[in-house]
């Protein structure tokens, strides 16, 4: 017998190492897709989808060329987009959650209409904010979020319902009352693990996504035009990548079982809180704030060593790993990342933060030169999206607890959109998995 719970522990922990670790090279020798990725790190094909296209480099006789990187929303590519809603200057996130939906871009009439859905849609049952989300707060938004969104399942009228009819009205309902959500789970986790007052804004009347968010998120609920409009850039940036980026996979192989929406949708924001995925941005901003506090921001030459420090696997985290470079798909360029650079370096100018801008700017110029030096001119990396988006988000005054959430409202839209094309495909996913374990015979516990 073990004389202590920990002797016991540390039992079952070995145990758990011996016989549940494979070892990669089995992948390579019986050719199965390791994270269902190719030998040369391109995604292997598991569906179709009309939603989005993320493009990023182009085969020709089996060798992978890399491109400019291109995000297609239904077909339009996410640089018009943003192009066409700043010379407006209007709001396009709410624009981009019907053409998500939809297929095309809405006329006058189908937008005012659109947005006359959202505003009905954005409010919460009564008292739900009380029981739902302040008697059960939580330290992290993205698990409140999900249980949050778990909780709306009772206050559907048929919630199991795989009606179009009915999953276009919980798609609009669940995108309109993100913001909440995530907003008011904010304010709980302020009040009762950061010793914050509590102070909850009423969401603002027919108005934007970006502004709510601001509004909502903030203790005075005052904002600047140019705040909103480059959180709606940031919204829009966010909104979908495509079928193949884990949360929206993850959409479509639980959307498959012909589970109800909720679920679907909360195991989607489970994915996405991971660091390897939506977390990145939290995670690419701690390493930003862990290298200012050891160069000289302006220094390269310092900048370049402590780079080297991180890949090497001797600061930071020690992971070895430069958060915010590299991407699985994009090579040269990733387009989001251009368009947040574009405008947010305007906003930082206007902060005053220019400063802390330029030194991310270096960040993603060394790494690029470092990864050039040890893998040869033939390696192709870009900084991704989350190497900027965190100090955007932080430009804008919200908390670190607020980085992911933000992208998870921007996200339920694409991840609506694969949810109602996965019903409808009515096909359950179901893909194999090798089994190497060897048969066993049973033991009486006598003789074990």
Known sequence: MYKKLEDYKEHLIDLVEENSYIDPSIYAKKNIKRGLRNADQTGVLVGVTKIADVHGY???????????????????????????????????????????????LPSY???????????????????????SILKTPSENIMNKLQSVLLSLYSYDKDPDSLDLSHQLEQAISIISKMPLLVAYSYMAKKYYFDRESLI?????????????????????????KEEAQLLDICL?????????????????????????????ISAAIGSLKGPRHGGANKKA????????????????????????????KEAFDKSGLIYGMGHAVYTLSDPRTEILKENGREVAIAKGM????????????????????????????????????????????????????????????????????????KKIMRPAYLTISEENEYVPLEKR
């Open 58 to 104: 182009r085969k020709e006789d089996g060798k992978k060329i890399p491109e400019i990187g291109k995000l297609f929303y239904r077909g339009i590519s996410l640089e018009d987009l943003c192009r066409g809603y700043r010379s407006e200057r209007r709001s396009g996130f709410e624009e981009v959650c019907f053409l998500l939906l939809f297929g095309k």
């Open 109 to 131: 009439e189908e937008l005012e209409e659109f947005l006359e859905l959202i505003n009905i849609n954005q409010k919460l049952p009564k008292f739900f904010i009380e029981d």
């Open 200 to 224: 909850l804004h009423n969401a603002l009347d027919a108005r934007p996504f970006s502004e709510n968010i601001l509004h909502l998120t903030r203790n005075d609920g005052k904002f600047t």
């Open 236 to 264: 829009i940036v966010h909104a979908d990548h495509g079928g193949g980026n884990n949360s929206a996979f993850t959409t479509h192989v639980v959307s498959s079982t012909g589970t109800d929406f909720y679920s679907a």
């Open 285 to 312: 901003y701690e390493m930003i704030e862990h290298i200012a506090e050891n160069v000289d921001i302006e220094n390269e030459k310092q900048i370049y060593d402590y780079l080297n420090k991180i890949f090497d």
């Open 354 to 425: 220019y400063e802390k801008f330029h030194f991310i700017e270096l960040i993603e110029k060394t790494s690029k030169q470092i990864f050039k030096e040890r893998f040869g001119d033939d390696f192709k990396i870009c900084a991704n999206v989350d190497l900027y988006s965190g100090f955007i988000y932080k430009m804008l005054g919200l908390s670190e607890d607020l980085f992911t959430p933000i992208f998870t409202i921007a996200r339920t839209a694409g991840w609506c959109a694969h949810r109602i094309e996965q019903i409808r495909d």
